[in-house]
């Protein structure tokens, strides 16, 4: 699959400055920071900032709530898994290649060891050809 245009990187399609929220922060506090962020996903960092996982509001319903679990007691830590980012100079198609390869819908883009942005399917939208989204959803969405 090959990128709408091909001189677009992480950096052009990625919403800027992702929030961060703290490894030892609990599942319900991460449901407020994503009501009032309007988001569906939130980059987790250690205790130096660096990035180490994302969890979204998916992840916080069907392995937390979904499983009789207090999401007062659950920390991000324990839902985050390893970390499948992009840095912001990585062409638009190593982006879309790495969503489709693990099927996630929220890519966040790494410089260094922190996260400078989120790549979402909204931000896939406004960059993409029609035809290029469909078949990126269709990848996506696709269970073997």
Do not use: W
């Amino acid at each position: 699959m090959t990128a709408g245009h091909p001189h677009e990187t992480a950096r052009d399609v990625m919403n800027p400055g992702a929030e961060c929220l703290p490894a030892h922060e609990t599942l319900d506090r991460a449901a407020q920071l994503m009501r009032n962020g309007n988001v569906g996903a939130l980059p987790v960092c250690d205790s130096e900032g660096h990035v180490i996982g994302i969890i979204t509001d998916r992840d916080i319903v069907v392995k937390c709530i979904a499983e009789g679990r207090d999401p007062s007691q659950v920390r991000a830590s324990d839902l985050t898994t390893g970390l499948v980012s992009v840095t912001p100079d990585a062409p638009l198609d190593e982006a879309l290649s790495r969503m489709e390869e693990h099927q996630i819908k929220r890519l966040p883009v790494v410089e260094g060891d922190h996260v400078v942005g989120m790549i979402s399917e909204a931000d896939l939208a406004r960059h993409l050809p029609d035809a290029q989204l469909a078949e990126f959803v269709h990848r996506v969405y696709a269970r073997s």
